[in-house]
């Protein structure tokens, strides 16, 4: 009998390669298992019980969605799938909103274009914990799966009814009003993802110009990985360049990061995007509470937090980590350093949708373009410059760098002295300036990520440059 695959939960699901690892076979494995860890939790109720799956635009996302329906039916559960497409922050706020007993979402978000995921969502509306999916893991081929027929009602009314308190969701939170009246130009690519032409759906009907690129469904992505990142974004850059745009508002394969192209047509990093956020929701919208930043996320998030009265959280990589605080603390915001943005009085989740929204209501508020926000906020809080370079390297051969790193750091790199070391996820280094080099191998793909925040771009590329050679 041939070995069958491990099954192992990255930083946000199972993904794996198409044909490889991701195959039908396996994703029953992986729904029987959760669909046993669903019945362990609630052994009285599980029987009968709500659970909603959604997918992705990715290559045989509709299948992989119905065999994982089938094998929950054939485990007597009640099944909402969509019949569409949708954003990863619908299928969440659906389970919180129809009370499910949780969800499914068939996605590999920003993975390249040959892999695909399975991720779950938690009666909450947002990721599911490590616990969860550790249970899981522990779950796979623990029973036979059982597989039952399952026929998709297109017109499901619990789906509808969601769908649509999530729209008037979106309406409450954002002030769209006065979005539309700005006789400004606006530029949204969902860079062929499930995003679609959600965000630019909340937009029409005033003097605010709104054009989509990159609407339609395309399994490769159009060559690139549908991560909102400057290497992904050109053909949004050169539009809102063409177009003479306020800005270029980007979401990743699934819909629940976000990335930004300001009004020259330069990629923003999340280092300029959630701290200009941040000092919208903190100074406009007075608004209260903690702030959580990822192990990759910036120093201005801090320093505008501090400088706001409001309380900083860190935590390791993973919005489930941000999501856990946000369960139990009174939390304003949490992002990390790849887009992902979760909000107060929102669902504890990162939703490309709202966010992109937010940052576009954040420029109409200040009135300024992007590029003039961020110059303001530097002289402020300091100049900081991120970047990050992507290794393509072996899990163990990653973990093994990372490791090494943090049990015999370099004294110094590019000439700068190495003042302390952390090693809450992955190796950083920290600079007497705050300047921080960060080693991390990827949780879901075979890729050792090196990120750079430093105090001037020529340090930042001086480090990354530095960092890259120490990884070869």
Known sequence: MAELDPIKFGTDGWRAEIAGAFTFANVERVAQAYADYLKSQSENTAAG???????????????????????LAGNDFRLSLFNEPVPTPLVSWAV??????????????????????????????????????????????????????????????????SLQTYRAQIES??????????????????MHGSGGRWVESFLNGGQLAVETIRADRDPLFGGVNPEPIDQNL?????????????????????????????????TMTMHEVVPLVLLHMARQRKMTGGVVRTFSQ?????????????????????FKYVADLMLRDDIL?????????????HIPERDGILNSLLFLEAIITAGKPPSEMVREMHREFG??????????????????????????????????????????????????????????????????????????????????????????
């Open 49 to 71: 019980s709500h659970v909603i799956v959604g997918y992705d635009r990715r290559f045989h996302s509709e299948n992989f969605a119905q065999r994982v329906a089938e094998v």
């Open 96 to 161: 919180k909103d129809q009370s499910a007993l949780g969800g499914v979402m068939i996605t590999a978000s920003h993975n390249p274009p040959h892999f695909n995921g399975f991720k779950i969502k938690a009666p909450w509306g947002g990721s599911a914990s490590p616990e969860t999916t550790t249970a899981v893991e522990n779950l796979v081929d623990a029973s036979q799966v059982k597989l039952k027929a399952f026929t998709n009602d297109p017109a499901d009314v619990r789906l509808q009814e």
């Open 173 to 190: 939170y954002i002030d769209l009003d006065r979005i539309k009246q700005a006789d400004l130009s606006v530029i949204v690519d969902p």
């Open 234 to 266: 050109a053909p949004l850059k050169g539009r809102v360049s063409g177009a003479a745009a306020i800005v270029g508002l980007a979401t990743d394969g699934d819909a629940d990061r976000v990335g930004a192209v300001n009004e020259r047509g330069e």
């Open 298 to 318: 910036s120093v201005l998030t801090k320093r505008i937090a501090e400088a706001s009265g409001l309380k900083v959280y860190e935590t390791p990589i993973g």
């Open 333 to 345: 915001m949490g992002a990390e350093e790849s887009g992902g943005i979760g909000v107060k009085n």
């Open 383 to 472: 100049e900081f410059y991120f970047g990050r370079r992507d290794v393509h390297m072996e899990v163990k051969r990653g973990q093994e760098l990372v490791n090494e790193l943090g049990a015999t750091p370099p004294g110094a790199i590019a000439e700068h002295t190495v003042a302390a070391v952390e090693t809450m996820d992955g190796t950083k280094l920290l600079f007497a300036d705050e300047s921080w080099l960060l080693f991390r191998q990827s949780g879901t793909e075979p890729m050792l990520r090196i990120y750079c925040e430093a105090t001037s771009q020529e340090k930042r590329d001086r480090l990354l440059d530095q960092g890259q050679q120490m990884a070869l």
